[in-house]
């Protein structure tokens, strides 16, 4: 399996009232052509923060990449000079933002929004990237685009919002599209219609997809690779039929246990027992041990990425199925 | 949109009443007799032509009356006849141009050093551009208005010799260039303040974030995207300082001696013109009012999501 995007060790940090606090700890990741691959976790797992570091957007002054590397066709773009890295952002990855009200600019018609990229890295004229924006608000489903091109996202639903963040992100032909939670902030029905959206665009364009998320029902029709993170680690990684169908880490399978399904009507729900660990405060080792059912001695130190299959490994000690 | 601006102008219509009615009775309760005043020093008129003065400037009637015969000339188009004799319109006619050319180059100067500063000072937050400019701010506002007007005047007009001392014998832009300058840097601070913090407020917006993601250029990213924004409070703040650039002339005009709508009231003052100082100082009241009505327009144009008439 080939890889387009390589990221090894990567270590993003947040300024703290104590001091620089690690966010994410040394994650590694790849993205194959043409693949989705979902990164799943909770709020503060870090997977945000992952896909920030990658794209070059951490909040400023108080987000840094302590050490690690981002490949891209083998060119470590966190060693990039800054005018070769802006050449890669939106030009090879585009990004999609989780609230696309905020993430749009308020002022700015959309049709002028979307043009930007066409402008900047494809050298088009104002006229031009207009036309490609037009056809860029046909492909993400925006009804009657000719005449909404000139309006502002304030006028836009949530959903068709969120279609137009799309379209900016597609406006330069990225070969990679993160998408950072794209549908938390819409509506369940419209969250489905956005989701087809990117799975359909990603096939048509042979684009790799970085789908971040934290809803399993989300991942499980669209994702051909998922990665489970807790904790700023990557707890559990493999092909998505591999994970669900033998979840190993004790935090992906209660995951999967808390989704409800129609054949447990009446029952009650069931949840992950405690909360997500401080940030600054970490157990020590594995840091699910405080929530897990299976934590022993054994998990005061770090698991080990174990292999489950040659594609499938899990960062714990019973992974393998002894210790 | 005509809707609004029709609803805005009957709105002033209460405004331009109280106001004239303020000036009016400011210049009413002036002390010393203004006929007196315009026999000039020691010179007696006859009490026949005294009374003929009185009566022909209703300066024999009670202040409501005398408002009123005022505010049937204003109704008209009608400025009124100052003490000497002169056509107050005339005179306002021979002064604007040079007030608004003062005023318009004042807050053309004001507006791009203003923003500019303001913007760098802003986007290197905590910087030494930013503390650099915080403190010329400070420095600007502690200084007297006429300190800084006579010493420009003495350094750069006297000794260096770069521009006219005084008067507008070398038109526009060179006579004006040194006294609008002046006008101007009494309103950059407060300019350059709301520009600072405003941009400090949108530069880590999502927004610029996506402009990041996008792959623009810095100087993009901060001139397309965050100054842009910025500007939707600075407009407001700029608009009403256009008001205050081209009426509030007076002082800059005395002492840089230039012929306008300043110097015509200064005057009018001293001579105890009322008709002129009321007149003049109505329609620059007038003005201002204008200007505010075509900053809200322009904020509307500015941030879509403001919508004038109430809908969309």
Known sequence: MTTLLEVSDLTVEFRTARGWGVAVDGVDLSLAPGRTLAVLGESGSGKSATARAIMGVLPATVGRVGRGRVLLDGQDLLRLPPQERRAVRGARVGMVFQDALSALNPVLPVGYQIGEGCRVHLGMSRRAARRRALELLDLVGIPDARRRIDDYPHQFSGGMRQRVMI?????????????????TALDVTVQAQILQLLATLQADRQMSLMLITHDLGVVAGMADDILVMYAGRVVEQGPADDVFERPTHPYTRALLDSICTADRKGQPLRVISGQPPDLGNLPSGCAFRTRCTQAADVCRTLPPATAVSPVHQAACHFAGGAA | MTGYVIRRLVGMVPVVLGTTLLIFAAVYALPGDPIKALAGPGRVLSPSVEDALRERFHLDQPLWSQYGHYLGGLVRGDLGIDLQGQEVSALVARAWPYTLQLGLTAWAIMAVVGI???????????????????TGTTVVVGVPYFVVAYVAQILLGVNLGWFPTSGVREGWPASYLLPAAVLALFGIPELVRLTRASIIENRYADYVDTAIAKGLPHRMIVVRHILRNSLVPVVSVLGLSLGYMVSGTVLIEGIFNIPGLGYVVFNGISQQNGPVVVGVCSLLVLVYLMINLLVDIVYGLLDPRISLAGRR
């Open chain 1, 167 to 183: 379209a900016t992100a597609l406006a330069a032909d990225p070969e990679i599209l993160i998408a950072d939670e794209p549908t």
């Open chain 2, 116 to 134: 500019s500063l303001g913007t760098f000072a802003g986007m290197r937050q905590g910087g030494t551009v930013d503390w650099v400019v915080l």
